[in-house]
């Protein structure tokens, strides 16, 4: 039988304040910046794209490999896309963020997920 090293819960709600401050800072910041026809042309290429450089500060912050943290990032990500297709878009990230925050907290106890992720 294998051991289950679980999460870390500390990392857990750390990696879900800063991935989710960030997501709220950096939207706002491009919201302010930039016109809404931008995100209606380009915003499937910057939303992911926001979301992996704000993975990248988590990941940076909690000291987390940076190539298994954005792997986490792309697949807690994924159930997003979900979530705009059906026009709840800020659900999906409010979900995205809990996904990713766990895979933070597993990958910050199981050191080995990070040689399986990439």
Do not use: E, K, Y
């Amino acid at each position: 039988m294998r051991h289950n090293p679980g999460m870390d819960r500390t990392v857990l709600w750390r990696a879900a304040a800063v991935q989710g401050l960030s997501v709220a800072l950096l939207s706002v910041a491009l919201a302010i910046a930039l016109p809404r026809s931008f995100f209606a042309d380009w915003g499937w290429l910057a939303g992911p794209g926001a979301w992996l450089l704000c993975a990248l500060v988590t990941a940076r912050v909690l000291r987390l490999p940076v190539g298994a943290t954005l792997v986490g990032a792309a697949l807690a990500g994924l159930p997003s896309v979900l979530a705009v297709v059906i026009g709840v878009h800020w659900l999906g990230a409010v979900f995205g963020v809990a996904l990713f925050a766990a895979w933070c907290a597993r990958l910050a106890r199981d050191r080995g997920l990070a040689a399986r992720a990439i």
